[in-house]
């Protein structure tokens, strides 16, 4: 996906309450924003509106006294969501079609993003997705299952690409449901390498327990979303051959929705932009499959 130029505002708006996050003082927040419009103006609406963010998210990394400014908010949406997770799992059991209610929480868990919502209160959106199964899980735009259940009982290799801490919780409902139907099935669950806002890391997929289940990789950036050209050879390399891959998260679309691979991603619509791009409403949710490869290879 390319840029907007309305995505621009709302870089600096991120920038802005990052910063207030963390507690950089407002000569410092000036430079910062000073900072990223030189970077702004050198960039070009070709690139992914998270390729372009990624330079001014390492610019609250440097200025953050501990390196990971969004350490303890990981922290606390990891623990919230851990304390649902015997909800979710009992939720999954007593549905009509699992894998379906498996893959509508995992979605609605995609609310827990500080990169869009930098003011969002953790365990006030924990309650409204287990409210009455959140009435927004069933508001879907595109929602192309019977692609994903046909795809994925035919698929040996799968890549499922994290987004954020907590909400991985929700992402390990669907991963146990997934492997409960085909246990030989080969998964990775990718995360990223650094800090980068509330996005999971190694250590966020160990609290979760995801590296029980399958292998635990890192795409070897500290960028929101998957910028292919930042990744690891190694993490290409897996997305390469995977059969099927499963994206979590409005970032990760921005940045693959272009590719032509076999990808499945899963997210709530949560501004303008996306919504455009996608022809949906904010709020929706989606569970959409490439077109781009579908028209690739002949599907």
């Given at each position: 996906m390319n840029?907007y130029?309305?995505?621009?505002?709302?870089f600096f708006?991120q920038?802005?309450?990052g910063?207030?996050?963390i507690?950089v003082?407002?000569?410092?927040q000036?430079q910062?924003i000073?900072?990223?419009a030189?970077?702004?103006?050198k960039?070009t609406?070709?690139?992914?509106?998270?390729?372009?963010?990624?330079?001014?998210?390492?610019l609250?990394?440097?200025?953050?006294?501990t390196?990971?400014?969004?350490?303890?908010i990981k922290q606390?949406?990891?623990?919230?969501?851990?304390?649902?997770?015997a909800?979710?799992?009992?939720?999954?059991?007593?549905?009509?079609?699992?894998l379906?209610?498996a893959?509508?929480?995992a979605?609605?868990?995609?609310?827990?993003d500080f990169g869009?919502?930098?003011?969002l209160?953790?365990?006030?959106?924990?309650k409204?997705?287990?409210?009455?199964?959140?009435?927004?899980i069933h508001?879907?735009?595109?929602f192309?299952y019977?692609?994903?259940k046909?795809?994925l009982k035919k698929?040996?290799?799968i890549?499922?690409?994290?987004?954020?801490?907590?909400?991985?919780?929700f992402?390990r409902?669907?991963?146990?449901?997934?492997?409960?139907?085909y246990?030989q099935?080969?998964i990775?669950?990718?995360?990223k390498?650094?800090?980068?806002?509330?996005?999971?890391?190694l250590?966020?997929?160990?609290?979760c327990?995801?590296?029980?289940?399958?292998s635990?990789?890192?795409?070897?950036?500290?960028?929101?979303?998957?910028?292919?050209s930042l990744?690891?050879?190694?993490?290409k390399?897996?997305y390469?051959?995977?059969?099927?891959?499963?994206?979590?998260?409005?970032g990760?679309?921005e940045?693959?929705?272009?590719e032509k691979?076999?990808?499945?991603?899963?997210?709530?619509?949560?501004?303008?932009v996306?919504?455009k791009?996608t022809?949906c409403?904010?709020?929706?949710?989606?569970?959409?499959?490439?077109?781009?490869?579908?028209k690739g290879s002949g599907?």
């Amino acid at each position: 996906m390319n840029t907007y130029i309305d995505c621009i505002p709302c870089f600096f708006r991120q920038l802005i309450e990052g910063a207030r996050i963390i507690g950089v003082k407002p000569k410092r927040q000036k430079q910062i924003i000073d900072e990223f419009a030189r970077i702004i103006q050198k960039s070009t609406l070709r690139s992914s509106p998270t390729e372009i963010i990624s330079h001014g998210y390492h610019l609250l990394t440097k200025a953050s006294t501990t390196g990971d400014p969004y350490k303890e908010i990981k922290q606390k949406s990891n623990n919230l969501a851990l304390g649902l997770f015997a909800e979710i799992k009992h939720r999954v059991k007593r549905a009509n079609d699992r894998l379906l209610t498996a893959v509508e929480l995992a979605i609605a868990g995609n609310i827990i993003d500080f990169g869009i919502k930098n003011n969002l209160n953790v365990h006030e959106e924990l309650k409204k997705i287990m409210a009455a199964e959140n009435k927004s899980i069933h508001n879907k735009s595109i929602f192309h299952y019977a692609q994903f259940k046909q795809d994925l009982k035919k698929a040996k290799r799968i890549l499922y690409l994290g987004d954020n801490a907590g909400e991985i919780v929700f992402d390990r409902v669907l991963i146990e449901e997934i492997k409960r139907m085909y246990p030989q099935k080969s998964i990775y669950y990718a995360v990223k390498e650094k800090p980068i806002i509330n996005d999971a890391l190694l250590a966020d997929a160990r609290v979760c327990g995801i590296d029980k289940m399958v292998s635990v990789i890192s795409n070897g950036t500290s960028a929101p979303g998957t910028v292919l050209s930042l990744c690891s050879k190694g993490f290409k390399r897996i997305y390469k051959n995977a059969d099927i891959i499963i994206s979590k998260g409005q970032g990760n679309f921005e940045s693959l929705s272009q590719e032509k691979r076999p990808i499945f991603f899963l997210f709530m619509v949560k501004c303008p932009v996306v919504a455009k791009e996608t022809g949906c409403k904010i709020g929706d949710t989606i569970l959409f499959y490439n077109q781009r490869y579908m028209k690739g290879s002949g599907k």
